[in-house]
């Protein structure tokens, strides 16, 4: 069972919070910068990826805003990968990505807990090679598609920084030679990052 519905309730009651006033007023007006690394499980949509439709993900993202600023920005890369087995089909999967977009960072509990929401477009890369015995086919296609996140971070110490992130990914299809996939996808990760 994929566990997003439970973790959309729980950015969803941070998000409320930051809407309500609960937001804290910046320490300093001073553009605020974060580098993160993410790692995490993502969950593809449709059957094109039976047994390999749960793949780990790594990434590294930039993000920037203003605390009086309506909105800030976010660039990141990531890749995710898996292989399995279709009865006598071997099938491995890799998956990069480049993104950016647009990105919304509130500041509560003492400049310290920070839910944030974003969307942008997304520039992405899978390879699928199927093999069995002699034989094989493969999947090397790029796509264009658009996403939407939300989650949350808390910053410890001197800007060291801990948080969850919820991605969803629309509009990816992968096709080459006849065959075809849909890229969408669900996305759960941990993030690890620091504020300068």
């Known amino acids: ?11 969803t009651l941070l998000g409320s919070c930051a809407a309500t006033g609960g937001e804290t007023k910046p320490k300093s007006p001073a553009t605020i910068s974060n580098v993160t690394m993410l790692v995490g499980q ?12 749960e793949q780990t993900s790594f990434g590294v993202e930039f993000d920037s805003y203003g605390p009086f600023d309506p909105v ?28 950016a977009g647009a990105r919304k960072t509130f500041s509560l509990a003492g400049d310290r807990l920070h839910p944030y929401l974003a969307a942008g477009a997304s520039w992405s890369n899978a390879e699928v090679d199927a093999s069995a015995g002699g034989s094989s086919a493969d999947i090397d296609e790029d796509a264009l598609a658009f996403y939407m ?10 800007g060291f920084n801990l948080g969850l992130d919820y991605r969803k990914l629309i509009g990816a299809d992968y096709s080459a030679s006849g065959a075809s996939a849909d890229g969408d996808f669900d996305q759960v990760s941990l993030g690890i990052g620091y504020s300068f």
């Open 1 to 11: 069972m994929r566990p997003v519905f439970p973790f959309l309730c729980a950015l």
């Open 149 to 158: 996140r939300a989650g949350a971070y808390y910053t410890f110490g001197e």
């Open 42 to 53: 993502r969950y593809l949509d449709n059957g094109d990826w039976d047994s390999v439709d």
């Open 72 to 99: 800030g920005f976010e660039v990141g890369f990531s890749i995710a990968e898996d292989s399995g087995k279709v009865g006598p089909i071997d099938i491995d999967t890799q998956t990069w990505e480049l993104y």
